[in-house]
């Protein structure tokens, strides 16, 4: 193969790459919402977050830009009472009923996709 071909191949593998890393990105299956149960949680929006998160700042931004309030739960002030068996990564934001049930997300959700969630179907 000569030294222009080989050049093409990496440029159609590079450019490959980037469209399927922005299909996965817009397609949201990095961030998907899951049903979650956590009793004892407060109701309506809960953003999850940790002193160390660095993305947690993003959707605190979002959620203040579209005006919507949340309770943050922050894994180190609440100590036992952070639901750890269900929330693995944060930031998490989720959405609880009087049960407790409801979804959850984590990861760095858009502002229109929380916009979305928030308004409901």
């Known amino acids: 193969m000569t030294d222009t ?5 990496v440029v159609l593998g590079v ?3 980037s469209v399927a890393i922005g299909l996965v990105i817009r397609s949201g299956s990095l961030v998907r919402r899951v049903p979650v ?3 004892g ?3 309506g929006l809960v953003l999850f977050t940790s002193e160390a ?9 979002s959620l203040l ?5 949340a309770t943050e739960v922050v894994a180190e002030s609440a100590g036992a009472r952070f639901p750890r068996k269900v929330v693995d990564r944060v930031p998490a934001l989720a959405m609880l009923d009087e049960d407790g049930r409801g979804w959850i997300a984590t990861g760095v ?3 229109r996709r929380i ?3 928030v308004d409901g179907p």
Do not use: D, K
């Open 5 to 9: 071909g080989i050049r093409v191949v």
């Open 15 to 17: 450019v490959a790459t």
């Open 115 to 117: 916009r979305r969630w």
């Open 37 to 39: 149960h956590l009793p």
């Open 53 to 61: 998160c660095g993305s947690c700042a993003a959707v605190r931004s």
């Open 109 to 111: 959700p858009s502002t």
């Open 41 to 43: 949680m407060p109701v």
């Open 65 to 69: 830009t579209l005006g919507v309030s």
